[in-house]
């Protein structure tokens, strides 16, 4: 989990967005991540499941009030 959520963590800073590191969790083979700076004020959500193996990880846009 924290090599992905490294990799994710360098590729996003490098485009110009902020973690929300308030926001972020890791807990049990999981770990969800948001980013602040998306297109049209969205935020960008990282979330990974370890499964055994292999990772399931999702990204995508999401408003965040």
């Given at each position: 989990l924290e090599?992905?959520?490294?990799?994710?963590?360098?590729?996003?800073?490098?485009?110009g967005l902020t973690e929300r590191a308030d926001l972020a969790s890791v807990e049990g083979g999981t770990f969800s991540m948001v980013f602040e700076g998306g297109p049209e004020g969205k935020s960008v959500?990282?979330?990974g499941v370890a499964l055994g193996e292999l990772m399931n990880i999702n990204v995508r846009y999401e408003e965040m009030d």
């Open positions: 090599a992905a959520m490294q990799y994710y963590r360098d590729q996003l800073v490098a485009q959500v990282v979330q």
